[in-house]
């Protein structure tokens, strides 16, 4: 039986479509990885020159925690589908489920989204 990840970071919905999976079968995700900004309150910075700072603080703050997520995926043949987390400081990744699930026991690690496709509504 697979290892269930009862720490709110990937939907219930998410985790019931990864039990199934081959073990082999790789799954896309989106990490949302933790930064030094979490606990403050949201504020929308005023100026582009203090959104840019922002954001480069942003990117600092998970750049420490890719060392652990590179290794976690490196166990789980998976790999980073981008180089540097985005302004948010979340990062594409593809790999197995147990990967997913071990990602999400990661400290740096504030959530998993399903990377699903987007369509227009007919």
């Known amino acids: ?3 269930r990840v009862k720490n ?18 790789l799954v896309r995700a989106i990490v949302i990885l ?3 900004g979490d606990t403050q309150s949201p504020v929308r910075p ?5 959104r840019s700072q922002a954001i480069s603080r942003t990117r600092q703050a998970v750049l420490a925690a890719l060392d652990e997520i590179d290794h976690i995926l490196s ?10 987390p985005d302004a948010l400081g979340s990062i594409p990744v593809e790999t197995t489920s147990a990967g997913i699930r071990a990602l ?3 400290r740096h690690v504030k959530a998993i989204l399903e990377d699903q496709a987007v369509s227009l509504l007919s």
């Open 34 to 36: 933790k930064t030094n």
């Open 1 to 3: 039986m697979a290892r």
């Open 46 to 50: 005023r100026t582009r020159a203090s």
């Open 104 to 106: 999400a026991n990661s």
């Open 75 to 84: 166990r789980h043949n998976g790999r980073r589908l981008r180089t540097i």
């Open 8 to 25: 709110g970071k990937i939907s219930s919905e998410f985790a019931a479509r990864l039990n199934p999976r081959d073990s082999k079968h």
